[in-house]
């Protein structure tokens, strides 16, 4: 059974930092490329960062850069994504994300809320 897990989240103060992490299972992590995503109550959900099977990554947000880095540990089939510097603007809930062709899998979201 494919699981994809998230967890880290949860209130910071303006200027903090999170760790996410997603644990996963039912599928060989290395294989796939691995992304997270957010979604921002009342919008869509928006691509924040990927990281392929190759170990490349990329940033989709420009007001992230610099600041979100993702990484991932194929060993422990899990994946990160560190988060310095969180704006309100970043208050959101944060989704983990597997593609390898056809294959798609999501995780169940974790709530990161950045306020004073």
């Known amino acids: 059974q494919v699981q994809l897990v998230e967890s880290g989240g949860g209130l910071v103060q303006p200027g903090g930092s999170l760790r996410l992490s997603c644990a996963t299972s039912?599928?060989?992590?290395?294989?796939?490329?691995m992304s997270w995503y957010r979604q921002v109550r009342g919008k869509g959900r928006e691509l924040v960062v990927r990281?392929?099977?190759?170990?490349?990554?990329?940033i989709f947000v420009d007001s992230m850069k610099e600041r979100f880095t993702i990484s991932r540990d194929n060993g422990k089939e899990a994946i990160y994504l560190q988060m310095t510097n969180l704006q309100p603007t970043d208050t959101a809930v944060y989704y983990c994300?597997?593609?390898?062709?056809?294959?798609?899998?999501w995780g169940q979201g974790t709530q990161v809320t950045v306020s004073s």
């Open positions: 039912g599928f060989t992590v290395g294989l796939f490329a």
């Open positions: 994300h597997a593609r390898r062709g056809a294959l798609d899998y």
């Open positions: 990281v392929s099977s190759a170990g490349e990554s990329t």
